[in-house]
Nanobody
Framework: QVQLVESGGGLVQAGGSLRLSCAAS????????MGWFRQAPGKEREFVAT????????YYADSVKGRFTISRDNAKNTVYLQMNSLKPEDTAVYYC?????????????????WGQGTQVTVSS
């Protein structure tokens, strides 16, 4: 069992930055690939970024590539999402998730554990 708790969301102006954190419980954090997803009102949950168990491999959605950076600290059982150059269309609830898959997973169905989400609002 893995419990995930996101933090760091908030209101920011377009062009600004936020850093999301996701703290995981349990001893198996380093055994899980981690991902960030987001869901805007009236839209489906969409993939944002993922990072491998060691942190050596990352993958991003085209919409955030070059602006967002995913990282992890296995000693702290925490995964981060640094978001720069934010746009109003980045407004959504952001979720972190854990996957036991050994390969890159971009589909929500590939993640077994989910956090409760944190709201990010970007004003124009």
């Amino acid at each position: 069992q893995v419990q995930l708790v996101e933090s760091g969301g908030g209101l920011v102006q377009a062009g600004g930055s936020l850093r999301l954190s996701c703290a995981a419980s349990g001893r198996t954090f380093s055994s899980n690939g981690m991902g960030w997803f987001r869901q805007a009102p009236g839209k489906e949950r969409e993939f944002v970024a993922t990072i491998s168990r060691s942190g050596g491999n990352t993958y991003y959605a085209d919409s955030v590539k070059g602006r967002f950076t995913i990282s992890r600290d296995n000693a702290k059982n925490t995964v981060y999402l640094q978001m720069n150059s934010l746009k109003p269309e980045d407004t959504a609830v952001y979720y972190c998730a854990a996957s036991s898959s050994l390969v890159v997973v971009t589909a929500a169905g590939g993640y077994r554990y989910w956090g409760q989400g944190t709201q990010v609002t970007v004003s124009s």
